[in-house]
């Protein structure tokens, strides 16, 4: 069982940046492959970025590909992911997630296994 919390969130400007964190609960974090989805209002939740359980591979959406950033630290049970030159279309609540097994990049809501609850991101114009 892992437990996932995502914090980070909040209103910035257009063109400014924000860093959001995934603490996971759990000895097996390093065991999973991490991912970021978001969810605007009236959307469906689509995906942004993944890191495999080492961090040697990455993958993201193109509409964030150049000014995303994903990370991990398993020492520290955390994902990151680190958002410059943001657009009032990144504006959505953002979710971490966690895929088992971790050497695979996947980009399907439908392969992950636990969710965290979200944290806003609001990008004003």
């Known amino acids: 069982q892992v437990q996932l919390v995502e914090s980070g969130g909040g209103l910035v400007q257009a063109g400014g940046s924000l860093r959001l964190s995934c603490a996971a609960s759990?000895?097996?974090?390093?065991?999973?492959?991490m991912g970021w989805f978001r969810q605007a209002p009236g959307k469906e939740r689509e995906f942004v970025a993944a890191?495999?359980?080492?961090?040697?591979?990455?993958f993201y959406a193109d509409s964030v590909k150049g000014r995303f950033t994903i990370s991990r630290d398993n020492a520290k049970n955390t994902v990151y992911l680190q958002m410059n030159s943001l657009k009032p279309e990144d504006t959505a609540v953002y979710y971490c997630?966690?895929?088992?097994?971790?050497?695979?990049?996947?980009?399907?809501?439908?392969?992950?296994?636990?969710w965290g609850q979200g944290t806003q991101v609001t990008v004003s114009s």
């Open positions: 759990g000895r097996t974090f390093s065991s999973y492959a």
């Open positions: 890191i495999t359980w080492s961090g040697g591979r990455t």
């Open positions: 997630a966690a895929d088992f097994p971790g050497h695979t990049i996947v980009a399907r809501a439908y392969e992950y296994d636990y």
